[in-house]
């Protein structure tokens, strides 16, 4: 199992509970809001482990602020993280599992992305896109999913009529 963190030390603990628990844990540093550093980390997991099966994404950031003074860059950074990051890694991870003729990505989200919480408009309004993201997923490349809940999960599976490459393919940027 790899382990990602934007933290090394972060990633190395993980595997290490993974390896105290009986599994075996591997650490890889990712910036989940920067395409090179997923790409970079999908990579090192797929020729470290072979391939990947399950994806769960559930970095996050947040902060509590009146909306009218948070700063831009503080919105930003949170919906990079949790919204794009997300993205990124089901972009990196999604070819791989459809070529293979499936697996599962897990998408954390949060209750306070379907019903808002005070003090965090950024928060709110990322995890409400990781919702929809997944919906979004589910629905475009799947024939069905395994389950479904609006903070929870979608498994793509491999549609007959689809063709796909084995390798993913990095989109143009």
């Known amino acids: 199992m790899a382990a990602l963190d934007l933290a090394a030390d972060g990633a190395e603990k993980t595997a290490g509970v993974i390896a105290e628990a009986g599994g075996e844990g591997r650490a890889n540093q990712c910036d989940v809001a920067n395409p ?68 599962a990505i897990v998408n954390t989200a949060s209750t306070a992305g379907v019903i808002g919480q005070p003090y965090s408009a950024a928060y709110c309004a990322s995890k409400g896109g990781v919702v929809l993201l997944t919906k979004a997923l589910a629905w475009s490349e799947s024939s069905s999913t395994r389950s479904s809940v609006p903070w929870g999960s979608a498994s793509p599976r491999r549609s007959p009529a689809r063709s796909r490459t084995s390798r993913p393919t990095r989109p143009v940027t």
């Open 36 to 103: 090179d550093s997923v790409w970079a980390a999908v990579d090192r997991v797929v020729a470290d482990l072979g391939r990947v099966d399950v994806l769960v994404n559930i970095a996050g950031i947040g902060n509590f602020a009146h909306s009218h003074e948070l700063a831009l860059s503080e919105w930003d950074r949170i919906i990079a993280v949790n919204l794009t990051g997300t993205f990124l890694m089901c972009q990196a991870v999604l070819p791989q599992l459809l070529s293979a003729g499936g697996g």
